[in-house]
């Protein structure tokens, strides 16, 4: 079966059971900081969080910035931030602002 042959409610439910994998793969790999995955893929966790905003705004929801952070973390942001952000490289930052747009 391709995904196109599946109803609206059957599509919805397997992309919502992916996010949901998808934040527990994040949540097993801590290690991967958002800089990492912002030069590899160009998102990151806090991309996540934004875009969990605006689709609850699509869906005519009101959904807070930090508490959409909290379920993409699993945690209030400032206590995963303390706990398992680390410094960036300066090769890391260096490829970051190569990536935006001027960046080079």
Request: with cysteine; proline share 3%.
């Amino acid at each position: 079966m391709h995904p196109r042959d599946l109803d609206d409610a059957e599509r919805t439910r397997i992309e919502a059971a992916v996010f949901r994998r998808l934040l527990e793969h994040l949540d097993e790999r801590k290690d991967v900081q958002n800089i990492d995955l912002m030069n590899l893929a160009g998102f990151c966790r806090n991309c996540l969080s934004k875009w969990y905003v605006a689709a609850a705004g699509e869906a005519g929801r009101d959904v807070d910035y930090e508490a959409a952070r909290e379920r993409v973390y699993g945690m209030p942001y400032d206590q995963w931030k303390a706990r398992y952000q680390q410094e960036a490289s300066a090769e890391a930052l260096q490829q970051f602002q190569r990536s935006q747009p001027g960046g080079e």
